[in-house]
């Protein structure tokens, strides 16, 4: 579990609180957004009000997220996987005894998990409203589609497409747990209802156009390291935002920091010093007497 930091620097007689968190913490941290580009916005369990969501916000347990048009999130879950969330999507996490389970309601999403950094046991699963999708350590994409409208209000009816970009996912009907197949490297399954479809292979240019979407996620020649890389950076892009947000040495100002909204969108400029004036002469000492 990722632990919550949070920093309160005074600049200016005005105390900074980072990050800002606009209403109480309603459940344990499951993971920390990365990536924030367009609009999206966040419901905690505990409240019914939905609230933007903001780069380096904490994303804890049964968190509602959804994500507006021409938008992508990017959230970093416990220094294992990392979850890009593309526009128009809605989807909420769990965790329970080392199964983490992300479940996505409409919408796309990418997972990447780096399998060295799960404890024997840990398990990741995304649910749909027809599908699951298990693993221990690979990158997917998961797409859920609703049947348009249905008459009498209710659930829509749900399409799932589940594709494996590196490594292997278990996949099966909501409605049937216990009958799974296994979708391999570059290839693909439907899920229409409680009806797992066939199999099919993905050409590399097929593949490159399902990727196009997602920032950074791993291609073909993706290995474990190259993921375990991955993680490793979008940590060191959250302690580079921690370290920038400290006071310089000596100076109360604050550090440059990497936060567009910090300096109102432009760089931030450390002031320069100003020279210290010369003392002024003793009374009765000067250059004629």
Same mark, same amino acid.
């Given at each position: 579990?990722?632990?919550?930091?949070? =920093?309160?620097?005074?600049?200016?007689?005005? /105390?900074?609180?980072?990050?800002?968190?606009?209403?109480?913490?309603?459940?344990?941290?499951?993971?920390?957004?990365?990536?924030?580009?367009?609009?999206?916005?966040?419901?905690?369990?505990?409240?019914?009000?939905?609230?933007?969501?903001?780069?380096?916000?904490?994303?804890?347990?049964?968190? =509602? $997220? &959804?994500?507006?048009?021409?938008?992508?999130?990017?959230?970093?879950?416990?220094?294992?996987? $990392?979850?890009?969330?593309?526009?128009?999507?809605?989807?909420?996490?769990?965790?329970? +005894?080392?199964?983490?389970?992300? &479940? +996505?309601?409409?919408?796309?999403? /990418?997972?990447?998990?780096?399998?060295?950094?799960?404890?024997?046991?840990?398990?990741?699963?995304?649910?749909?409203? %027809? /599908?699951?999708?298990?693993?221990?350590?690979?990158?997917?994409?998961?797409?859920?589609?609703?049947?348009?409208?249905? *008459?009498?209000?209710? &659930?829509?009816?749900?399409?799932?497409?589940?594709?494996?970009?590196?490594?292997?996912?278990?996949?099966?009907? +909501?409605?049937?747990? /216990?009958?799974?197949?296994?979708?391999?490297?570059?290839?693909?399954?439907?899920?229409?209802?409680? &009806?797992?479809?066939?199999?099919?292979?993905?050409? *590399?240019?097929?593949?490159?156009?399902?990727?196009?979407?997602?920032? %950074?996620?791993?291609?073909?020649?993706? %290995?474990?390291?190259?993921?375990?890389?991955?993680?490793?950076?979008?940590?060191?892009?959250?302690?580079?935002?921690?370290?920038?947000?400290?006071?310089?040495?000596?100076?109360?100002?604050?550090?440059?920091?990497?936060?567009?909204?910090?300096?109102?969108?432009?760089?931030?400029?450390?002031?320069? *010093?100003?020279?210290?004036?010369?003392?002024?002469?003793?009374?009765?000492?000067?250059? %004629? =007497?």
């Amino acid at each position: 579990m990722m632990a919550t930091w949070r =920093r309160v620097v005074v600049a200016g007689g005005v /105390a900074l609180l980072f990050p800002v968190l606009a209403w109480a913490q309603a459940g344990p941290e499951v993971g920390v957004v990365t990536t924030m580009e367009g609009q999206a916005t966040v419901a905690r369990l505990a409240s019914t009000t939905a609230l933007p969501l903001k780069f380096r916000d904490s994303i804890f347990e049964r968190d =509602r $997220i &959804n994500t507006a048009e021409k938008s992508i999130v990017k959230v970093l879950m416990g220094g294992k996987a $990392i979850v890009t969330v593309r526009e128009l999507s809605m989807l909420t996490i769990t965790e329970d +005894l080392g199964k983490t389970t992300i &479940n +996505l309601e409409s919408g796309k999403i /990418a997972v990447a998990v780096a399998r060295q950094r799960m404890k024997p046991g840990d398990r990741l699963e995304v649910h749909t409203p %027809n /599908a699951v999708a298990a693993v221990r350590g690979t990158v997917f994409v998961v797409e859920v589609k609703r049947q348009g409208a249905q *008459q009498g209000g209710g &659930n829509l009816a749900a399409d799932t497409e589940v594709i494996t970009v590196h490594g292997t996912v278990e996949v099966g009907s +909501l409605a049937n747990p /216990a009958q799974t197949t296994l979708v391999n490297a570059f290839q693909s399954i439907g899920i229409t209802g409680s &009806n797992l479809g066939r199999i099919g292979s993905l050409t *590399q240019q097929q593949m490159a156009t399902v990727l196009a979407g997602f920032a %950074n996620v791993p291609r073909r020649g993706f %290995n474990q390291d190259t993921l375990a890389a991955l993680v490793d950076k979008e940590q060191a892009k959250l302690a580079a935002l921690e370290t920038s947000l400290l006071p310089l040495p000596g100076n109360p100002q604050l550090g440059q920091s990497n936060n567009p909204g910090g300096c109102g969108g432009a760089p931030c400029v450390k002031p320069q *010093q100003q020279p210290t004036p010369p003392p002024p002469p003793k009374p009765g000492v000067g250059p %004629n =007497r």
